[in-house]
Nanobody, 120 residues
Framework: QVHLVESGGGLVQAGGSLRLSCAASGSIFSINVMGWYRQAPGNQRELVATITSGGATNYADSVRGRFTISRDNAKNTVYLQMNSLKPEDTAVYYC??????????????WGQGTQVTVSS
């Protein structure tokens, strides 16, 4: 089994910063793309940022320049540094990872989500 555990969410004022972490554990051979998604009440889950095993990144237009995604391959952990937070960033943030459990089989996994609330 594979587990993704997120941490770092909370309540912050507009303009503030938070850092999310997501650690993958279990039967992991290697990890391909890791990413962060978010879902606000009444909205669909949307992409925030992704990062490949080689470090290539992709961001949603709404967060580019304010958020930074990074990863520590040795720790199977992905991070999301969120700066200049806005009330519209309020959502449950989910970690996602495409994980190879052996040389031939990969699957996508989700974390349980962590709440980020930005007050105005």
């Amino acid at each position: 089994q594979v587990h993704l555990v997120e941490s770092g969410g909370g309540l912050v004022q507009a303009g503030g910063s938070l850092r999310l972490s997501c650690a993958a554990s279990g039967s992991i051979f290697s990890i391909n793309v890791m990413g962060w998604y978010r879902q606000a009440p009444g909205n669909q889950r949307e992409l925030v940022a992704t990062i490949t095993s080689g470090g290539a990144t992709n961001y949603a237009d709404s967060v580019r320049g304010r958020f930074t995604i990074s990863r520590d391959n040795a720790k199977n952990t992905v991070y999301l540094q969120m700066n200049s937070l806005k009330p519209e960033d309020t959502a449950v943030y989910y970690c996602n990872a495409d994980i190879n459990i052996n040389r031939f089989l990969s699957s996508g996994y989700w974390g349980q989500g962590t709440q980020v609330t930005v007050s105005s």
